[in-house]
């Protein structure tokens, strides 16, 4: 069966620091892969998604960047750090595209 | 742009009650799928159920159903014989089929409580 692990669970940083959630897919081979951000009592935005190794696609101007190395990783990352990019962190991945996504258990990060 | 509108925050009833969630949307695409994804304190998404727009047929699994409305673009959720463990955040989400973002459009989501 598949499973998504991402890490860290939770993470302090302080302003202007950098940041790098990972996180990977076992199971599947070519996973469409997802960067969702949930702000406090809000529903999910859609940060980046990725059909392919090196596929990237960014959705809103923002202050972090994504990256897949390889076909079942993908990272988030960011080089400073804003007290605005606060929040919880899902990866998700699907079969292929506008097929149901199956989350990871989501990073919570803080910035002081 | 797609948007996604669940219109109540928080809602309570006893266990064993049946509880309705309500979900409307709007889209100029004729094609697409609407989910259900349950949000509980653990924080993790657990996807409920899924209803494909061609399809007339409403989506049933197990204690869920929905009642898709496409006319009107509305999507609720029933849960019947609600559970303790049924208490979680409920979001309603959009995705088209055709070109565009492959990502999910997500409502604001809805508390549910299930009292004992």
């Known amino acids: 069966s598949q499973t998504i692990h991402q890490w860290p669970a939770t993470l302090v940083q302080p302003v202007g620091s950098p940041l790098s959630l990972e996180c990977t897919v076992e199971?599947?081979?070519?996973?469409?892969l997802y960067w969702y951000r949930q702000a406090a009592g809000r529903g999910l935005q859609l940060l980046f998604y990725?059909?392919?190794?090196?596929?990237i696609s960014s959705e809103v101007p923002q202050n972090l960047s994504a990256s897949r190395p390889q076909d079942r990783q993908f990272i988030l990352s960011s080089k400073k750090l804003l007290l605005s990019d606060s929040g919880f962190y899902l990866c998700?991945?699907?079969?292929?595209?506008?097929?149901?996504?199956?989350f990871g258990d989501g990073t919570r990060l803080s910035i002081l | 742009a797609q948007t996604v509108t669940q219109s109540q925050p928080e809602m309570s009833v006893q266990e064993a009650e049946t509880v309705t969630l309500s979900c409307t949307y709007d889209?100029?695409?004729?094609?697409?799928?609407l989910f259900w994804y349950k949000q509980p304190p653990s924080r993790q998404m657990i996807l409920v159920i899924r209803q494909e727009a061609y399809k007339q047929q409403n989506a049933t699994e197990n204690r869920f159903s929905v009642n898709f409305q496409k006319a009107a673009k509305s999507f609720s959720l029933k849960i019947s014989d609600s559970q303790l463990g049924d208490t979680a955040m409920y979001f309603c989400?959009?995705?088209?089929?055709?070109?565009?973002?492959?990502?999910?459009?997500f409502g604001k989501g809805t508390h549910l409580i299930i009292q004992p």
């Open positions: 989400a959009f995705i088209q089929k055709g070109g565009g973002a492959d990502g999910l459009t």
């Open positions: 990725s059909v392919g190794i090196g596929q």
């Open positions: 998700a991945w699907s079969v292929e595209s506008r097929q149901p996504q199956h």
């Open positions: 199971g599947t081979s070519n996973p469409n």
């Open positions: 889209t100029s695409e004729s094609n697409y799928y």
